[in-house]
């Protein structure tokens, strides 16, 4: 299992949160006495469930099929290795040893896929984790404070990864040159961009799950 799936594995259980929010509510949709704010509620579902489509048909043709630039021809061309977000190394020395076993090819291709299906990916999984955390911070009703926090995580994530793949093009387009400092944070920015995804998907289903056990024991009492 490499390091990248070990991140994703929370996004499995979050795709399945996010659809028993999505059918679970309509019952409450119906129930409600407010029209303004059921067709504002709607709308927010509907919002989430499209831009969650959108990543799902992206990340479905960016990782299950071969097309031009894309992860499965990059690593086609390396001889099955993995790109670095995927195996992160954090040494300058592994980073170019690893460098110097692709081919031509390889490298030209590994250089555009930074910045093209690399960044397709990432920007169609930041507008669903976004959404999804703008659609918990209206239910919750939190301080400012708390919807920066849910709001800022996808946010932070996405520089992350838009650093580490501005990182790969410099040492990639510049090899055989050496670019040691870079070569050592490269997998420090990695293993952090890792973290704050985790935490883009945990966070607001923790706030989530606080705001639901309050209103429960409100009722309740």
């Known amino acids: 299992m490499t390091t990248q799936h ?9 795709l399945g949160f996010v659809f028993g929010i999505i059918f679970s509510e309509n019952k409450l949709l119906k129930s409600a006495n407010n029209s303004d704010g059921s067709s504002r ?4 579902k509907n919002k989430l469930l499209y831009t969650f489509l959108i990543f799902i048909l992206v990340f479905i043709i960016t990782h299950l099929f071969e097309i031009p630039w894309g992860s499965k021809q990059v690593s086609s061309l ?3 290795q993995e790109i670095f977000d995927k195996k992160p190394l954090f040494s300058s020395d592994e980073v170019y040893a690893k460098i110097g076993t692709f081919s031509e090819e390889g490298l030209k291709v590994y250089q555009r896929f930074t910045y093209t299906v690399d960044i397709v ?5 930041f507008v669903f984790l976004l959404t999804f955390a703008q659609f918990v911070a209206y ?12 709001i800022g995580f996808p946010t932070l994530w996405l520089i992350t990864d838009l650093l580490e793949n501005l990182i790969i093009y410099i040492i990639l387009s510049n090899y055989p040159t050496r670019y040691d400092f870079l070569g050592g944070i490269i997998g420090a920015v990695s293993a952090t961009k890792f973290t704050l995804l985790f935490c883009s ?3 607001p289903l923790i706030f989530w799950g606080i705001s639901k056990r309050n209103t429960s024991n409100i009722h309740n009492n």
């Open 6 to 14: 070990l991140f994703y594995i929370p996004t499995v259980f979050l």
């Open 41 to 44: 509620d709607r709308r927010s």
């Open 78 to 80: 390396l001889n099955g």
């Open 121 to 125: 990916f990432p920007v169609s999984f």
């Open 139 to 150: 239910r919750i009703k939190k301080s400012k404070l708390i919807y920066r926090i849910i």
């Open 201 to 203: 998907i945990i966070i």
